[in-house]
Antibody
């Protein structure tokens, strides 16, 4: 069965970096893009970016450009999201999600499987 | 950028009620609209994709409709497990979620 298993909770100091992993299984790793979505405590969902595991191409939301790095390791079927220069506002749950396509258009996709989402806390 | 406006932001209802949540896009997004349910402390779960298609395994009491700029999610008969927060998501351009609708027990 499809699974996305993420790394555990983290506590970081302002200015530090955090790297969250997302190990996928149950399907061919290179067939589906992986997105990163975060959720601050009591807030809504915020899209951060996407990685295409087949070639490693990434696109990030304007808000995170320059601070977020998404990578993948095809040998372990794991994707990573690293966020640098952390500040208190980055305290959130960070989810990875698989994008399943339902039609031929690049716009026809939905997040059909999600990781469990570890909490990253940023505090001095 | 496309803006998504979800309403209401919160809603009180009883088990067995029929409820409707709406999502409006600031410009035409065709049917590139998905709906998710999120229970506290859990990841979101896909309910509806492509505005009106029911995700595999999701109960038939959930339905979606709309195209262009106006969309609705309807739950025909609320169950206890449906008291949660619901999000719409547009994938037409620069992926964006609505701000959420919290459905509470009356």
């Amino acid at each position: 069965q499809v699974q996305l298993v993420q790394s555990g909770a983290e506590v970081k100091k302002p200015g530090a970096s955090v790297k969250v992993s997302c190990k996928v299984s149950g399907y061919r790793f290179t067939d589906y893009s992986i997105h990163w979505v975060r959720q601050a405590p009591g807030q809504g969902l915020e899209w951060m970016g996407i990685i295409d595991p087949s070639g490693g191409a990434t696109t990030s939301a304007q808000k995170f450009r320059g601070r977020v790095t998404m990578t993948r390791d095809t040998s372990t079927t794991t994707v990573y999201m690293e966020l640098s220069s952390l500040r208190s506002e980055d305290t959130a749950v960070y989810y990875c999600a698989r994008a399943g396509h339902y039609c031929g258009s690049a716009r026809c996709y939905a997040f059909d499987y999600w990781g469990q989402g570890p909490l990253v806390s940023v505090s001095s | 950028d496309i803006q998504m406006t979800q309403s209401p932001s919160s809603l009180s209802a009883s088990v067995g009620d029929r409820v409707t949540i709406t999502c409006r896009a600031s410009q035409n997004i065709s049917t590139n609209l998905n709906w998710y349910r999120q229970k506290p402390g859990k990841a979101p779960k896909l309910l509806i994709y492509g505005a009106s298609s029911l995700q595999s395994g999701v109960p038939s009491r959930f339905s979606g409709s709309g195209s262009g700029t106006d969309f609705t999610l309807t739950i025909s008969s609320l169950q206890v497990e449906d008291f949660a927060t619901y999000y719409c998501q547009q994938t037409f351009s620069n992926l964006l979620f609505g701000q959420g609708t919290k459905l509470e027990i009356k």
